[in-house]
């Protein structure tokens, strides 16, 4: 058995790579007599069907902080990181049902252009640029480091070539064709990125099983580490600090869910392009059953490193290379290393696999964070009167700069060890004031703009409190080792109730004049949506019955 890659896997990565480029490269092109537009670019035309949303959604979400980072995360702690992914399928359906019909009625192009239809352009400004930060230093920076990690451990790419290639890559396609070329490659992109995940999935259960296959795999490592399975820490699990228990279900998860998956420009734009409300729902659907599916994927195999990492007949059995790139140094190695051992040709599917999640996620990014900038910063404050043409290339040009800046901030992410949890704390700093804002705006009439304004600049230094202070309760000091996720969600309770009360005082109880009418008629689903709702809602109990 050796490492790296041998020819089959060259042919097969670069076959993936010519059908993703000549996919988006294809559906970029400019119609005959029409020249891209506005809508064209930043929302596919409003034409996309429910499949491609939900391979959107996935393709876009499932990136190298998931094959990677949540692969980590599985090594370091077991089925308990899956939470992340399985409440993902209820939170789905709560914004299916609950936020679309408001966004979609309002016919946006972005989040925050919802901010100010409801509350002001300062606000609407002050989230954008929030947001903006977010993407570049924090989540194109952290994909473009993990994918290159990964082409590090398998092919021996230096990290500085890894993250040019991977940027060049995504911006071939995605810079020039918009939402269109991301949205529709996406489609294939989610189509290798689960049979590859699975290929990695079945070899890594086969190996532990002793050539058993899949069920048999599975067996074993649940009778090998059984503590490995439990998805409810308790207080004197080490990991107890990133999954703190029973929030996982009722606390700060919600937080980082609700607005990850409801209000965050890369994820919710590619509902905003469908074709009608019921069919962006049909979208938000299918992507939930196939989130239920993605731990398979992404954790299991961690699992199955951590199994096989400390059992000496098989790291014998797996050769020299087995010592290569372990995962005990650096928990983020695992999935990578893991691949270091699939037979020729495969490897290449696998990789082809991983490099469909870093690439689709980088283009949703990239996309949005030019949308964000061309359609809130752009035609607001320099140039109120652009046509299509120059809003267009704005949008090229500012994704751009958003993917150079990012690749300056990729290599300094090196020194983290499970840059899944790097993201959600850092993303946790800032999400609390948004979430409250918008759960307040649509749902809370009374709401105002000052209110609003002064709940999302108080929950920054909120947020930092809880993460610099001492944290926790003791007799000694007034916070220790406070879990991020009990952070995230005091920082939005005290966020909620700075703005309740500036709402309250400043108008003395009356409603809003800009406050949403909300009723029963908004919220309507289709029978298929409730069906397919309650069934992703059975699945979920089981799961945690089986696995409590």
Not at 42 to 63: C, D, H, M, V, Y
Not at 158 to 184: E, H, K, N, T
Not at 192 to 217: C, D, H, K, Q, R
Not at 364 to 379: C, G, P, Q, R
Request: with cysteine; glycine share 8%; charged share 10%.
């Amino acid at each position: 058995m050796t490492a790296g890659f041998h020819m089959w896997d060259y042919v097969v990565f670069i076959a993936y790579a010519i059908l993703i480029l000549g996919v988006g490269l294809w559906v970029s092109r400019d119609k005959k007599g029409h020249q891209k537009n506005a809508e064209d670019y930043f929302l596919a035309s409003k034409s996309l069907p429910w499949w491609a949303i939900g391979a959107s959604l996935i393709a876009a979400n499932i990136s190298a902080e998931q094959f990677i980072g949540m692969s980590g995360a599985g090594f370091a702690s077991g089925l308990a990181i899956a939470s992340y992914e399985w409440m993902a399928a209820l939170t789905l359906i709560i914004v299916g049902k609950y936020f679309l019909p408001i966004f979609i009625e309002k016919g946006l192009y972005t989040i925050p252009e919802f901010v100010e239809k409801r509350f002001s352009t300062n606000l609407k400004t002050i989230l954008a640029v929030f947001w903006i930060a977010l993407y570049v230093f924090v989540n194109l920076a952290s994909v473009l480091y993990l994918g290159s990690l990964a082409l590090q451990t398998i092919m021996g790419v230096p990290l500085i070539y890894g993250i040019i290639g991977l940027a060049l890559f995504a911006a071939a396609y995605s810079l020039y064709g918009g939402l269109s070329a991301v949205a529709w490659t996406d489609v294939i992109q989610v189509v290798f990125l689960i049979l590859g995940g699975l290929v990695t999935t079945y070899l890594a259960l086969n190996t532990v099983s002793g050539g058993e296959g899949f069920m048999a795999g599975l067996s074993t490592i649940y009778d090998k580490v059984p503590e490995r399975f439990e998805m409810i820490l308790d207080e004197t699990n080490p990991e107890y600090i990133n999954l703190p228990g029973i929030a996982v279900l009722v606390g700060g998860m919600w937080v980082a869910n609700l607005y990850y998956w409801g209000f965050n420009q890369y994820i919710i734009q590619r509902t905003l392009a469908a074709k009608s409300l019921k069919e962006s729902q049909k979208g938000i659907l299918f992507a939930a059953f196939l989130k239920l599916l993605i731990p398979l994927i992404v954790v299991i195999p961690g699992i199955a490193a951590y199994v096989i990492i400390n059992d000496p007949e098989m790291m014998t059995g797996l050769g020299d290379i087995a010592l290569q790139n372990s995962p005990l140094d650096k928990k983020d190695n695992a999935y990578p290393w893991l691949l270091q051992f699939l037979p020729t040709g495969l490897k290449g599917v696998a990789f082809a696999a991983l490099a469909a999640a870093i690439v689709s996620s980088l283009a949703s990014m990239l996309n949005s964070t030019s949308t964000i900038f061309t359609m809130d910063i752009y035609k607001q404050y320099i140039n109120k009167h652009a046509d299509d043409r120059k809003t267009v290339n704005v949008g090229r040009i500012s994704a751009a700069v958003a993917l150079i800046i990012a690749c300056i901030m990729a290599p300094l992410l090196g020194g983290i060890d499970q840059a899944f949890q790097f993201i959600q704390e850092y993303t946790g700093v800032v999400s609390p004031g948004i979430l409250a804002v918008f759960l307040l705006g649509l749902f809370w009439k009374k709401t105002t703009n000052k209110a609003a304004i002064v709940g999302a600049l108080v929950s920054i230094p909120i947020a930092i409190y809880f993460k610099v202070a001492p944290k926790g309760w003791s007799t000694s000091a007034f916070f220790v080792d406070l879990p991020f996720m009990h952070q995230m969600g005091y920082t939005l309770l005290l966020t909620m109730l700075v703005i309740i009360l500036y709402s309250y005082f400043q108008h003395k109880g009356a409603d809003d004049k800009k406050g949403i009418p909300v009723t029963k008629e908004l919220f309507k689903t289709s029978p298929l949506f409730n069906i397919g709702a309650f069934a992703v809602m059975l699945i979920l109990t089981a799961l945690y019955a089986i696995f409590w």
